[in-house]
């Protein structure tokens, strides 16, 4: 007897259709002998429709309050699916994220977890229920208010439950096959890929391949889940994501591999490009911004600094953060201009980041050469760059994404002639 | 500085438009220098809505989980107005049944209130804030599950926290004026209470004037709350229903009085009424036959026990309940059947009740007489009769109560010339 933690979003609980769906696949999981968590996401367009109403109502609503009207999605798709299950002769019952023991810190609208107390939902699964339990909302203890945790919450919640419950994998469910070598909306000669480690999982989704959130599968590797990213409207395999305690052995020098060096291509529109233009160049100031845009609650993702062309002295600091938190990361850098002293702000939310991801780039001394040329031969410009050992990501002009993508994927062999299966949807 | 709290029903906050106008209400009650304390039902449509998603899924959802779902709604609704509150200017703060300590018996979808402890939002309103409060549910400590309160829980959250809180006045705002000597939909010359005991309001309530639940004004009696019953759509005065220590008093025989003998008339259609036939006459089977009754969660309204036509030695018990409470006593009696030893079981849903109120009738030879007649005038047959102190209450065939309610009312000489004033929708 194994334990299962599946999790559905929005577009599977779309409708009653779709919450029948997910039901007849929980109950014909828990009948191979199976236990079964399912995490739920609302229903399609409720958030969507909630956020509508607000924004007709106030135009700053309080992240407190927009919390608790935003968690009553999830509300809603637990009870239907609960019943539903019930309804089809199994037994089941659902959990608030608070129920669940999703401990979060105070950061309405993007709570980290900070604990998870399942008790309730491991009894009621010792009792032969299925436990469903709301997706993307928590729990403060500080406040005893309702918290909601932001992108990719309802995914973290999955893995969270899968780690404090000691599930044997959590089940991410979708509406694509699995995760590809690149997406296959782009390049259409796009590879499923069976299996990957949670290490370049990590690469693939900080650089934005929008299968799995990154927080998802950093809770996954750092607790040794496995995930299976796999689509609802079939029951093929999808993709394993493995964490694998050789993960760093597997990816020194030389080491051989099983797979292949590259995983695949990623890409992503979501960010934006700030440069903070003349900072004085003395001990201590990149520290100083960066503490402002944390103070912020903004996630940064690549930097580079610049011998700046403003003057002797002084340089010139890029980098870029999530669109949706351009703004507050621009207000609060404003406020701090005069403390910090640096120049001017730049801000170019029309970029694109290319990422190749693969274990053993580094001991494949071709592998920059063959990726810049790729570049250059489709025309693209470079720029910003950045590297880890198993990633190199570029920031282009996001019209040229595409053929970015495209070429590199290309230029590694990574095509092939079986048509990726997607069923519709925006990919998540 | 005095505490008010005031009480939104769903048509009150059907729309944005809706939610802004109970806020600003909310605001200027603030700005004359009182607390408030605001209580909000689900958004107009939003519980069959959700009744309506439920039904597509399943044909009888587990209570729990219709519980977790119904409650979403004054989530919603509550959340909104606090964030439509905030973005006026003032401070607002939004808690579920259960941040604001409506603790309730585990009784899923008729939860009765076993306790009220509103630490967090007396703390809210010594802070400067509105607490705006979800009606219609609580939370159950045996199981820390959600629970909902059943018809007229909104109204009963909002004078609950009124006595635990010991508030001035609970406020409860309608689409009528208030409430009046019969519903001015049938009797058109009916005429406006302005003040009215809770003892007679509460026979009102029990007699089926939809104005006011019985449990509300049950509750408003017990702990000595003064209501206000409104109109959301004017600042009108409407009707005060008072606590007062020597209602008791007032209705002895011979006592004056103050306000006229005749309070009103009342009517119901939503009972129903059963007739066991065939009891065997011997000491403890109408126990025995109401136990079965109350196993079903079900509210008896009037009994009548007749001789039975079917036999020597044997009895026939009539009562009237909720139509909606119908089938469930039914199937319990069903299986109680054998072992009760009964002969039968009749069923009529086409049935109306229609009361008298008053204080002092008892003292008043002629209401009686005065009443019957009215009835026997209009060619209105009685079917079953009970009476209080201040209450005469008949059944009569559904057909026939329009008629009942106007010929009674004339002949109280309770008809006005002045025009009701009815705001549409349907009387709650």
Request: proline share 3%; aromatic share 4%.
């Amino acid at each position: 007897m194994s334990l299962i933690v599946q999790k559905f979003g929005g577009s599977s609980v779309s409708d009653a259709e779709g919450i029948k769906r997910v039901a007849r696949r929980i109950i014909d999981t828990k009948a191979t002998g199976h236990d079964v968590v399912a995490v739920v996401s609302a229903m399609g367009d409720t958030t969507d429709d909630l956020l509508d109403l607000a924004g007709q109502l106030t135009t700053e609503p309080p992240a407190r309050e927009m919390d608790m009207l935003l968690s009553a999605g999830e509300r809603i798709s637990m009870a239907l699916l609960a019943m539903t299950i019930d309804g089809l002769g199994a037994k089941a019952v659902s959990f608030t994220g608070s129920q669940a023991g999703m401990i979060t810190d105070a950061v309405h609208g993007k709570a980290r977890v900070i604990d998870v107390s399942p008790q309730r939902v491991r009894q009621a699964v010792d009792r032969g229920y299925v436990a469903i339990v709301a997706g993307f909302q928590g729990m403060s203890p500080d406040s005893n208010d309702v918290t909601t945790m932001g992108r990719g919450g309802s995914d973290t919640t999955a893995v969270a439950l899968a780690a404090a419950l000691n599930a044997d994998v959590c089940e991410i469910y979708t509406d694509v096959d699995g995760v590809y070598t690149a997406d296959p909306r782009i390049v259409a000669s796009a590879q499923k890929i069976d299996k990957i480690s949670s290490e370049e999982m990590l690469e693939l989704a900080a650089s934005g391949a929008k299968i799995l959130h990154l927080r998802c599968v950093e809770y996954a590797r750092r607790f040794g889940v496995p995930l299976h990213v796999r689509s609802s409207f079939s029951t093929n395999e999808g993709t394993w994501v493995l964490p694998s305690p050789d993960d760093k052995i597997k990816i020194q020098e030389g080491e051989p591999l099983e797979q292949p060096i590259i995983s695949g291509v990623a890409h992503d529109r979501s960010e934006a490009k700030v440069t903070v233009v003349g900072v004085p160049d003395v001990p201590g100031k990149a520290a100083e911004i960066f503490g402002v845009i944390a103070g912020a609650h903004s996630n940064i993702d690549m930097i580079v600094q610049n011998v700046s062309t403003s003057g002797k002295d002084k340089t010139d600091i890029s980098f870029t953060l999530p669109i949706v938190e351009g703004k507050d990361a621009l207000d609060a850098l404003r406020d701090a201009q005069e403390r910090v002293g640096f120049e001017g702000i730049e801000y170019d939310d029309q970029v694109g980041k290319l990422s190749l991801i693969g274990a053993g780039m580094r001991s494949n001394p071709g592998v920059s050469y063959k990726f810049f040329h790729a570049l250059h031969e489709a025309g693209v410009n470079v720029d910003m760059i950045s590297t880890s050992e198993i990633r190199i990501s570029v920031i282009t002009h996001a019209d040229k994404l595409d053929d970015a993508v495209r070429a590199v994927h290309n230029a590694f062999g990574l095509d092939t002639d079986v048509e990726a299966t997607v069923y519709g949807g925006t990919g998540r």
